[in-house]
Each structure stands twice: as C-alpha cells, then as structure tokens.
C-alpha cells in the first residue's frame, strides 16, 4: 500500500540555477509521483530582476505564486498580467509564456512532467 511522502521547509532551501536559461533563473523539483503514465512533479520556481525568461510548455503546469512579483505575458494570447502572493496560473501544453520580475518573484509548481524535464 503506498504511503504518503514528507517534504518539509521547501520554502526555506535554496535552488539550483536552470543553467541553459541567460535569466537569473532557479528551479528546484521537491517531490515527484510513482506514476509512470501520468507522472506529476511539484517544487519551486525563482526568478530575479534582469533578463526576461521565456518558457514553452511540453507539459500541463499549475503555478502559485508564493512571494515577491512576476510580470507573466502569454505569446499566444497577448495578455500581462501582474503576479503577486496568493495568484494562481494554468500553462496549457504548448503555451509560450515569458517571466520577467522587477526584484524577485517565487512560485510553488506542480506539473505533469517527470521530474527534471522542466
């Protein structure tokens, strides 16, 4: 029977830089599904003023924002909307956004990925 797993303080750890992005850019995959068909991967996404991040979606992805401001623009429909604590997002698969944050932006993920496929 399978049991529930424990991941505790994410909030307080730091994250690695996502490498391949010129933004000052953070990604950390905290806990992952045992589902192999439809997998489901949640952690934490950080951004820091500088270069905008832009991010095509290979999966379906829920995004809340827990701290700090992101200015979140979608390139298929042409709408920015300014993020702060407590709003919630929906990135369809194939959805084209881009993050930019005038000091620091924070966001709690879950998608239906694997984990490090983001």
Do not use: N, W
């Not at 010129?22 to 990604?27: Q, R, V």
């Amino acid at each position: 029977m399978p049991s529930m797993k424990h991941h505790g303080k994410i909030l307080d750890r730091s994250l690695p830089a996502m490498d391949e992005e010129s933004a000052a850019a953070f990604l950390d995959d905290f806990a992952t599904s045992d589902d192999a068909r439809a997998p489901i991967t949640a952690g934490l996404f950080r951004l820091e003023a500088g270069e905008a991040m832009t991010y095509t979606y290979t999966y379906h992805e829920i995004k809340l924002i827990v701290d700090g401001q992101f200015e979140v623009h979608d390139g298929d429909s042409g709408e920015t909307v300014t993020a702060t604590k407590g709003d919630l997002f929906y990135f369809p698969e194939g959805s084209t956004i881009t993050f930019t944050t005038p000091d620091f932006g924070l966001g709690y993920f879950c998608g239906q990925r694997a984990p490090g496929e983001a």
